[in-house]
């Protein structure tokens, strides 16, 4: 059965022209460490980690191994010894992304037993990843390669494996109203759509920048009621 990732991977997109304003100075503060991480032998970590500011910066359009190489002060050919071209820069960006977000999925599992209750910590960790990286989310689910990249795929499927896990878990436990499928469907659909609209500063609320966990407390509710059995 193909996972909810594979499913619904292209269903997402984003201009690309959109930009993720942040001060000036957090770019060179990381291409300064980034630097010295080079000189210590490390180019690759240090292209990622100042491609991922440079994302954040300036969007993907702004994006570049040129001004990376020139950024980090290295020879113009010195990043494509390590990335072939800009998808597979982009590509490495969303790998470890994907990641990073099952790290915010499972991170706060242990401390609940109950499956209902791991279900909605895990969709506060997706709205924690998205607002703490905006153009990173956007980046890992609105841009396509222009070749098949087996790793990326590869990365988004372990990522959604432990919602998947949640989910089969609520559905052991005779929680569900609906089959795994038609559940994970309709609660991740609610949750990413709520990400895109934090990041987008579309959210009309009381508190102009809501937190995760405050989000989740307003919509689980409304979620469980479409997939949970009362």
Known sequence: MYSLYTLMYTTFTFDVNSVYSEPMNKL?????TARKAYHHGDLRESLLEAAETMLEEEGPTGLSLRKLGRELGVTPGAPYRHFEDKDALLAALAIE???RLRAELVRDLGSVDDAEQRLKLAGTGYLRFATSHPELFRLMFGWMPSRDIPELCEAGDAAFAAFDRILQDCADEGLLSRGVREAGLLAWSAVHGAAFLLIDERLELDDPKPSAECILDLMHDSI???????
């Open 224 to 230: 469980w009621s479409g997939i949970g059995r009362r």
């Open 28 to 32: 060179q503060s990381t291409m300064a």
């Open 97 to 99: 992304g994907y990641r």
